[in-house]
């Protein structure tokens, strides 16, 4: 199994970046796929997860609204687009692979972690 997520970078406040994890060694769209993010010092935090069709899905309080789970089956890539970007948002974004029936924010039900892909929100 193998999720590698990209598309970090720097941006400024207000802004907004696309992340892509692409999946591979496991039937794709079977699997409920979630985003997750990191600050070094605190704990893993949940931020989305989507179902395995993409019909149904679930966010952080601290970032519903202004992000935006979605993924394409046929490509074995889930994305996470983020808009209104603010310097609190700062982390390493992992996408992560759960055995949970529907998108959940409990850790617990992922399985498989890709590396991260750093995020930075200038102020």
């Known amino acids: 199994v193998q999720l590698q997520a990209s598309g970090g970078g720097l941006v400024q406040s207000g802004g907004s970046l696309r992340l892509s994890c692409a999946a591979s060694?496991?039937?794709?769209?079977?699997?409920?796929m979630g985003w997750f993010r990191q600050v070094p010092g605190k704990e893993r935090e949940f931020v989305a997860s989507?179902?395995?069709?993409?019909?149904?899905?679930y966010y952080g309080d601290a970032v519903k609204g202004r992000f935006t789970i979605s993924r394409d089956n046929p490509k074995n890539t889930v994305f996470l687009q983020m808009n209104s970007l603010k310097s609190e948002d700062t982390a390493v974004y992992y996408c992560?692979?759960?055995?949970?029936?529907?998108?959940?924010?409990?850790?617990?039900?992922?399985?498989?972690w890709g590396r991260g892909t750093l995020v930075t929100v200038s102020s």
């Open positions: 060694g496991f039937t794709f769209s079977r699997y409920v």
């Open positions: 989507i179902n395995w069709s993409g019909g149904s899905t």
């Open positions: 992560a692979r759960s055995t949970a029936i529907d998108p959940t924010p409990e850790r617990a039900w992922y399985i498989s």
